[in-house]
């Protein structure tokens, strides 16, 4: 399974971004919906942080304290995706945001590449 993060880039305080994860590379008789999501941000120097996490198909959702009420994450196993609606972005939010996705029974796991977020003050 290869995940693909995009939408990253610069942007100011109190500012917007949507990151999107796209997945691909089943095997046969996989499908997205059996994959549970996170979001997961790393700032140089510190330990990579939780920011989200979706269920497989997409019901349960929960973000981190730190992005209560600002961030929002979503699934959409038709076009095997999961988004990051970040609102009321701040400079402290700066850092890589990751996908990762994990197999609900077997635990396979994998990792994006990742995509750069700025936020300027």
């Known amino acids: 399974v290869q995940l693909v993060e995009s939408g990253g880039g610069l942007v100011q305080s109190g500012g917007s971004l949507r990151l999107s994860c796209a997945a691909s590379g089943f095997a046969s008789g996989f499908t997205f919906s059996q994959y549970a999501v996170n979001w997961y941000r790393q700032i140089p120097g510190k330990e990579r942080e939780l920011v989200a996490t979706?269920?497989?198909?997409?019901?349960?959702?929960n973000v981190a304290d730190p992005v209560k009420g600002r961030f929002t994450i979503s699934k959409d196993n038709a076009k095997n995706t999961v988004s990051l609606q970040m609102d009321s972005l701040k400079p402290e939010d700066t850092a890589v945001y990751y996908c990762?996705?994990?197999?609900?029974?077997?635990?396979?796991?994998?990792w994006g590449q990742g995509t750069q977020v700025t936020v300027s003050a």
């Open positions: 990762y996705a994990r197999h609900v029974t077997r635990l396979t796991s994998y």
């Open positions: 979706v269920s497989g198909v997409g019901d349960r959702r």
